[in-house]
Nanobody, 117 residues
Framework: QVQLVESGGGLVQAGGSLRLSCAAS????????IAWYRQTPGNQRELVAS???????MLADSVKGRFTISRDNAKNTVYLQMNSLKPEDTAVYYC???????????WGQGTQVTVSS
């Protein structure tokens, strides 16, 4: 089992910044990659960014140049630094841990990000 706890969401004005954290615990050795997704009401979850266990990163086109993803292996924590936030970034942000060998994945509980115009 892997447990994920997200934090760092909140309300911010357009142009502002937030840093989300995803702290993993449990069988973290089974994790291949951690990703951030976001979801708005009535829509599917959208992949925002991911980082592999060897540090390879991916960012969605909609956030390139504004968001960065990083990890602190000693703390088993992945961060999503979000700068130049826009109202369209408003969503619930979820952390996902993809396990090695396609053996499944785990989700966090989500954290709300609201960007006011």
């Amino acid at each position: 089992q892997v447990q994920l706890v997200e934090s760092g969401g909140g309300l911010v004005q357009a142009g502002g910044s937030l840093r989300l954290s995803c702290a993993a615990s449990g069988s973290t050795f089974r994790i291949n990659a951690i990703a951030w997704y976001r979801q708005t009401p009535g829509n599917q979850r959208e992949l925002v960014a991911s980082i592999s266990n060897v540090g390879r990163t991916m960012l969605a086109d909609s956030v390139k140049g504004r968001f960065t993803i990083s990890r602190d292996n000693a703390k088993n924590t992945v961060y999503l630094q979000m700068n130049s936030l826009k109202p369209e970034d408003t969503a619930v942000y979820y952390c996902n841990a993809e396990l090695r060998y396609n053996s499944g994945s785990f989700w966090g509980q989500g954290t709300q990000v609201t960007v006011s115009s």
